[in-house]
């Protein structure tokens, strides 16, 4: 059973920056792909980033240029800096990975980005 724990969320001014973190219970770079998905109030889930086990790369248009994803495969850590965040990024991030074509999610963690 995979699990993923979250953590790095928070209240954030706007302008500011923020990382967060993915903590894997196995090894990460048995996964074919992980990443971040949010969940903005009153919106459905979105795709934020993703890393795949080979080190690709895949950004959200409207985000590009703001985060960057990176992993640890000996921490067994993915991780998400996100800069300039914006009122409008707040959300519920949450973690995925896909081990052998199954989905894992994390719980979440929220940012609130607000003066």
């Known amino acids: 059973q995979v699990q993923l724990v979250e953590s790095g969320g928070g209240l954030v001014q706007p302008g500011g920056s923020l990382r967060l973190s993915c903590a894997a219970s196995?090894?990460?770079?048995?996964?074919?792909?992980m990443g971040w998905y949010r969940q903005r109030p009153g919106k459905q889930r979105e795709f934020v980033a993703l890393i795949t086990s080979g080190e690709r790369t895949n950004y959200a248009g409207s985000l590009k240029g703001r985060l960057t994803i990176s992993r640890d495969n000996a921490k067994n850590t993915v991780y998400l800096q996100m800069n300039n965040l914006q009122p409008e990024d707040t959300a519920v991030y949450y973690c995925?990975?896909?081990?052998?074509?199954?989905?894992?999610w994390g719980q979440g963690t929220q940012v609130t980005v607000s003066s």
């Open positions: 995925y990975a896909n081990l052998l074509s199954r989905p894992y």
């Open positions: 196995g090894s990460i770079d048995t996964f074919t792909a």
